[in-house]
Each structure stands twice: as structure tokens, then as C-alpha cells.
């Protein structure tokens, strides 16, 4: 069941302002598995295989697929109940009310423009590959013994400004590009695929051994299954996008399910075509600044690199444009919510567009390249665990709100009845512990770095100043108007 009360776009005490919906529901696909992808299927093929190789990536990303399948089915039912911009925000206020809302809130800011930030720095490390004379000019400053030098700071602002620059103009431009992109993506990586297939002496023999001598297969799984959250992060920006939706709703699960497939099959698909090259070992030890370019321009020359730098350039460009997208509508809900200042969900008086959130989103992103990208590394390592809060926050909930059967607990306008969908959103809670439990748990196979485990905890100090300045007027609101800020509605009412 639902009810709606559409929101207005002048700013009182009791109003809410809302967004134009103007997303198609192949852009809105096209936002998710180009978030999913990004930089990292093209960049890092030779960092995995030297954790896991080759059957330990695949296996471990299909593994990673499945589970955000699983997780999925919580996103499909929250997006559908609460079509609203915030997200898992919103779900976890729902749930259990504004002070996890927040923490959910947080948590998810920090992991998404971290994610921006490294997009950013992914495609100068491009440019450092293709034309080093020309990045590594002007040395700036040494960071964790990365070279800062200002090419490269200058080209991640000036990328970040234009694609920021097409978000303010509107999803519609956004969407349609995003779309776009998306598919030169898919048709470089699958000509690539076909072309190395069809070299000599490419084949499978070289992908042996099938995973690192020094670890058991289940090990090195695991390690790749850790990263997961990571990896698929992308597809959550679809519940952020909700509010946009010119669609039903009811096609999200669907748009997240298909996103995560192709996503999958295009991680195998990079780390297959890289491995067959030549014996994956010597290419790891060899220890290029970008091993999968290195390989696959000394098989195809330069037209396989003019592939694989179009398959990366596109990845980056989907990864920033979805991510800027969901940090601007998360700061948009939240400031909606009036637990940010006011100013985040200020609209564009032309595009309509929350511009202030983007603008803010870029802004900070633009601090990362003069860190080096081996203290963002640390930053974005750690933003892991944020994502998998979301995760588990969007499953919890969507376990609370399903039922066994009508019992005395059972509100008609608040519950479903779906044992079967409560037993799948119970395994994604118990998914999403295990994923924290990787990254957290010492001595497990994807163990957080010390340098991480610092940045998480001075993020979470930061969180809770923020949280105790804001804690007496945001328990001021009462539940009905937060329910109206958040939800659009006085209650909690969702979707059988």
C-alpha cells in the first residue's frame, strides 16, 4: 500500500523540497553499472591476480556478485516502498530511526566522494602511463613515496569541474551521457576479449597456476570476495536516484540485478583477456606502473592500448558522473532532514538540480590529488567499511519490514508479508556482518592496514562532534515532520 503527498518547492517550516523526474530507466541502469565498473577493471587486473591470481579474482568476484544479488533483493523492495533521494539514509531511519540515520548517513558520504576522488586519480595515472614526459613535470612534494607533481593535480580538477559542471546542467544530460558511455565501455572490453582470443600463443595455459603458490584457493578467494562492497559499490546509486525516477519503481531490482551481472562478466572478462597475454606471474613480478596497458599493448600495439585507454577513460567518466550524482543527492536528503545545513538542498533556479551538494561534492574531491594516491588509497580502503554499513542498514530494514505471517506485530500499512524474501534479506545482514568482519578482523585475508584503521577512526571521531553539535536540534523535529523531510509522508507507509 501507498500513500503520497507531493512535496513543494518553496521552504517553509513544513515543506519539502523534491526533484524533477526526469531519469529513464536505461540511464538509470547505465548510472549503476557504470559506478559498479569505474577505473579499477581496467587499472588493477595485476594487483588482484598478485593476491589471488586468476581463478581466485574471477571466482572471487562471481562469489562477490552473488552476494550482492542477495543484497539486492532488500535494495529492489526499499526503493520500490520509499522512492526517495537519501537512500539507504532514508531506509535506516526507517527502521531505526534519526541517530542511525545519521551514522548510515556518514558513513555513506565519506565512501562516496572517496570513490570520486579516485576516479579522479585514476585517470592521470592514464596519463602518467601514455605520456609520462608530460605528467611528470613541475615536482611538487613526496607522500608515502608517491611523487605529487602538478600535471597531474590540474588534469583530476579540471575532469572533476566538467563533469560536475553536467550534473548542475541535470540528470537528463547526465543520464543520457552515462548511457552512452556505458556502451563504448562494453564494446571496448569485448573487442579487446575477441582480439586477444584470437592472437597466438595467448590461451588459457598462461593463466596458470590458477592461484598464487603461497596461498590455499579458498584464501585467495576470500581476499577478493572481501573487496566485494567495493568492487560492486555502484549499484546502490540507483536508490539515490529514486526520487528521479520517470519510471515505476518496481523496475529497480531489476535495472540492480542486470547492472551487477554485466559488471561481473566484464571484471572476468578484463582479468581473462590480461592473464592469457602471457604467464601472469612474470607479469605481475615485472611491476609496471600499469601492468594490464603493458600487456595488452605488447600483444595488440597501439591499437589495443587506444582499446583499453577508451574502455578506462569511459569507466572513470560513468564512476564520476554516477558517484557525483549519489553524494550530491545524499547531502541533498540529508540536508532536507535539516541534519545539514540548509544550503545542500538549495536548487539550481534554471536546471533545478541540487547544485550546492555538487559543487561541495567536487570541491573536496579536488583536495585528494595533492595527498598522493597512496594516502588516498588508505582513505578509500577504509571507505570500504562505509559502503557495508549502508549495506547492512538496507538489510536490516528491509528484514524488519517483512513478516513470517500476520501475528500481532503485524501493521498492514507498514509490513509484508514475505517469509521468503524475509529469509534472503536476513542472509544479506548476515552477508554484510561478514564483509565487515573481513575487513576489520585482524589476520583475515583482507585485514585493513593500520593507516586505514587510523583514517576510520578519525572519521568516526569526526562524525561524532558533528553528530553532538546537531543532536539537540535535530531531536527537536518531531517524527511526523522528519517522516514528511525524509519519507514525503506523515508515516511510514510501504509497498506490498
Known amino acids: 500500500m501507498e500513500t503520497s503527498q507531493k512535496g513543494s518547492l518553496n521552504k517553509g517550516n513544513n515543506e519539502r523540497t523534491t526533484l524533477n523526474k526526469s531519469l529513464k530507466a536505461h540511464w538509470v541502469w547505465a548510472i549503476a553499472l557504470g559506478s559498479s565498473i569505474g577505473w579499477g577493471a581496467f587499472v588493477q587486473p595485476t594487483t588482484w591476480m598478485a593476491d589471488a591470481g586468476p581463478l581466485g579474482v574471477i571466482a572471487g568476484f562471481g562469489i562477490g556478485a552473488a552476494l550482492m544479488c542477495l543484497i539486492a533483493v532488500s535494495y529492489g523492495f526499499l526503493v520500490k516502498s520509499f522512492p526517495v533521494s537519501g537512500g539507504e539514509f532514508a531506509y535506516s531511519f526507517v527502521s531505526l530511526g534519526r541517530t542511525h540515520a545519521f551514522i548510515c548517513g556518514w558513513f555513506l558520504t565519506l565512501g562516496y566522494i572517496c570513490i570520486v576522488a579516485l576516479n579522479a586519480s585514476a585517470f592521470t595515472l592514464m596519463f602518467k602511463f601514455i605520456f609520462p614526459k608530460v605528467i611528470n613535470n613541475l615536482f611538487l612534494y613526496e607522500v608515502a613515496g608517491w611523487s605529487v607533481y602538478a600535471p597531474e593535480i590540474i588534469i583530476a580538477s579540471v575532469l572533476l569541474g566538467i563533469v560536475g559542471y553536467f550534473n548542475v546542467r541535470g540528470t537528463g544530460l547526465s543520464g543520457r551521457m552515462q548511457f552512452v558511455f556505458c556502451a563504448i565501455m562494453i564494446f571496448s572490453v569485448l573487442a579487446i576479449s575477441l582480439m586477444v582470443g584470437a592472437k597466438p600463443g595467448t590461451g588459457f595455459e598462461n593463466m596458470q597456476p590458477l592461484v598464487p603458490a603461497d596461498k590455499t584457493t579458498w584464501g585467495a578467494i576470500l581476499t577478493i570476495v572481501a573487496i566485494a562492497p567495493w568492487a560492486f559499490v555502484g549499484f546502490d546509486n540507483v536508490p539515490q536516484a529514486a526520487e528521479e525516477f520517470n519510471f515505476s519503481s518496481k523496475k529497480a531490482f531489476t535495472l540492480i540485478i542486470f547492472s551487477i551481472l554485466v559488471a561481473a562478466l566484464l571484471y572476468a572478462l578484463m582479468i581473462t583477456a590480461t592473464a592469457m597475454i602471457t604467464p601472469w606471474e612474470g607479469l605481475v613480478a615485472a611491476d609496471h606502473s600499469w601492468g594490464t596497458a603493458a600487456a595488452i599493448q605488447g600483444l595488440l600495439g597501439n591499437m589495443g592500448l587506444v582499446l583499453l585507454v577508451t574502455a578506462l577513460t569511459m569507466g572513470v567518466l560513468t564512476g564520476l558522473n554516477g558517484f557525483i ?162 519519507l514525503g509522508r506523515k508515516k511510514i507507509v510501504t509497498k506490498d
Not at 577512526?457 to 543532536?471: E, M, P, S, T
Request: aromatic fraction near 14%.
Open 325 to 486: 550524482l549519489s553524494s550530491s543527492r545524499l547531502l541533498f536528503a540529508m540536508s532536507r532532514a535539516k541534519i545539514l545545513p540548509e544550503v545542500f538542498s538549495k536548487l539550481h533556479p534554471k536546471y533545478k538540480t541540487p547544485y550546492v551538494s555538487v559543487i561541495f561534492t567536487v570541491v573536496l574531491s579536488m583536495f585528494a590529488p595533492w595527498f598522493g594516491r597512496e594516502a588516498l588509497m588508505w582513505v578509500v580502503d577504509m571507505s570500504s567499511i562505509g559502503v557495508t554499513i549502508a549495506y547492512l542498514y538496507t538489510c536490516y530494514t528491509a528484514y524488519s519490514l517483512f513478516k513470517w505471517s500476520k501475528g500481532k506485530d503485524f501493521n498492514k500499512d507498514k509490513h509484508t508479508v514475505a517469509p521468503v524474501k524475509k529469509v534472503l534479506a536476513g542472509l544479506g545482514v548476515i552477508a554484510s556482518i561478514s564483509f565487515l568482519g573481513l575487513l576489520l578482523i585482524p589476520g583475515s585475508p583482507a585485514a585493513l592496514g593500520i593507516e586505514s584503521r587510523i583514517a576510520l577512526v578519525a572519521w568516526v571521531a569526526l562524525g561524532g562532534i558533528f553528530y553532538l553539535v546537531k543532536r539537540t536540534e535535530f531531536n527537536k523535529i518531531p517524527k511526523q515532520e522528519l517522516n514528511y523531510l525524509i
